[in-house]
């Protein structure tokens, strides 16, 4: 039992690129959830899913998209990295609605 | 949006007690509590649900006062282990959940 695994660990893009963010649960939560949490700041939600094709925004969700295809698996995307998306982002996934959520280890994200 | 923590920073001694408060300026649905610890990803401690109910696990408990929109976090003769960042989690209306500013706890021998 795995939990909540993200790859890559950590990524540098040049500003302009774009790619994926990888996050797969393996304990069948129908909620899954994308936070970026900036130095010493707090956590910000960007986008959430309540279930395979069902997705919604978060607080932060401009430069970003999402999908939901199958309970397992959650990529965030970004289209057109620029300086203000350096950051970490964490994954999560919870049984009900932000209820004892289970994070990812993270991605750390340098844009330059 | 974004509830308010304090204090920012504490330094404890091993066996002292601390409180973190959580003040939201929005209704509160639920407060939640993580720790995380510097590089790792935020762990889970407990949920308050609307009610004024205290919840406690081992030496760490919480209460949840809904009409004030706060929640405090007792830590009880802190321990090594217990140093970290503490953040509470925020569900208000609208499927909508905002974490908090962050304090940070340092325990020492």
């Known amino acids: 039992n795995a939990g909540v695994t993200q790859t890559p660990k950590f990524r540098i893009l040049k500003i302009g690129q774009s790619m994926t963010l990888q996050c797969t649960q393996d304990?069948?939560?129908?909620?899954m959830y994308w936070y970026r949490q900036d130095p010493g700041m707090g956590l910000k939600l960007i986008y959430y899913?309540?279930?395979?094709?069902?997705?919604d925004k978060g607080e932060v969700p401009n430069g970003y998209n999402v999908s939901r295809s199958t309970t397992e698996d959650f990529p965030l995307r970004l289209e057109l990295a620029a300086p203000s998306q350096t950051s970490v982002y964490f994954c999560?996934?919870?049984?009900?609605?932000?209820?004892?959520?289970?994070f990812g280890p993270g991605t750390r994200l340098l844009v330059l | 949006q974004q509830p308010v923590q304090s204090p920012q920073a504490v330094i404890l001694r091993e066996g002292e007690d601390a409180v973190i408060n959580c003040s939201s300026s929005?209704?509160?649905?639920?407060v939640h509590w993580y720790r995380q610890k510097h590089g790792e990803a935020p762990v889970f401690l407990m949920i308050?649900?609307?009610?004024?109910e205290q919840k406690g696990h081992e030496k760490i408990s919480a209460s949840f006062n809904e009409k004030k929109q706060q929640s405090s976090l007792y830590l009880t003769a802190s321990q090594l282990s217990y140093s970290g960042t503490y953040f509470c989690?925020?569900?208000?209306?609208?499927?909508?959940?905002?974490f908090g500013t962050g304090t940070s706890l340092t325990v020492i021998p």
């Open positions: 308050l649900l609307k009610g004024g």
């Open positions: 989690g925020t569900e208000v209306t609208g499927n909508q959940f905002y």
């Open positions: 999560a996934s919870s049984y009900r609605w932000i209820e004892t959520q289970y």
């Open positions: 899913s309540v279930g395979a094709g069902i997705t």
């Open positions: 304990m069948n939560h129908n909620y």
């Open positions: 929005k209704a509160l649905y639920s």
